[in-house]
């Protein structure tokens, strides 16, 4: 399910897909190098969920990376849904950076209800690629790329994970 504000690229976007793939990781190290290969995928959406996003946007080139996607075209996308947002507001001031300066390709939500006992988080690619670690205690973990059928499911389980969710980072600070 996509929204009006941010719609989901179907295949024919690309002028032809590469073969699917499937390929499974063990360490965070390539649970890290493959969320970057996924990040290079991104032609118009980009959505997250995580625990916290634990250092994972922290790097300087991960966070140029978004930047560059949020520059290439207005209607690029970046959805973050996270079950604790406190950590990145204080240690992550690179992405809260890109959300001041693309405040509106910019969401960061809060899981709430149901969407609370989530524990796979996943990054997904203009609903074509995606990768998922089967559970954010263990760096296992699978990216796939080029295969909308199999990726399809995971972009239903982020649309129940966004709907139980809230917005909880904003670009701009109220009060004093």
């Known amino acids: 399910m996509s929204t009006a504000e941010d719609p989901l690229p179907q295949p024919a976007d690309r002028t032809r897909l590469?073969?699917?793939?499937y390929r499974r990781f063990d360490t965070l190290a390539q649970y890290r190098e493959a969320l970057d290969e996924l990040l290079g995928l991104a032609q118009r959406s980009i959505w997250l969920f995580d625990v916290s996003l634990d250092g994972a946007f922290a790097t300087r080139a991960r966070t140029e990376r978004l930047h560059a996607f949020l520059?290439?075209?207005p209607d690029n996308r970046l959805r973050i849904a996270l079950h604790d947002p406190?950590?990145?507001?204080?240690h992550g001031?690179?992405?809260?950076?890109?959300?001041?300066?693309h405040g509106a390709a910019v969401a960061i939500h809060e899981t709430v209800g149901t969407a609370r006992s989530a524990s796979d988080p996943l990054a997904i690619v203009d609903g074509?690629?995606?990768?998922?670690?089967?559970?954010?205690?263990?760096p296992r973990s699978?990216?796939?790329?080029?295969?909308?059928?199999?990726?399809?499911p995971l972009v239903e389980r982020f649309e129940q994970i966004w709907e139980s969710s809230e917005p909880a980072v904003r670009a701009t600070?109220?009060?004093l």
């Open 71 to 73: 520059r290439a075209h």
């Open 18 to 21: 590469a073969p699917p793939t």
């Open 142 to 152: 699978a990216l796939t790329t080029d295969d909308p059928a199999s990726v399809r």
């Open 128 to 138: 074509l690629h995606a990768l998922r670690r089967f559970h954010h205690a263990q």
């Open 86 to 90: 406190q950590p990145l507001v204080r």
């Open 93 to 101: 001031p690179r992405l809260i950076g890109l959300l001041r300066l």
């Open 173 to 175: 600070t109220l009060g």
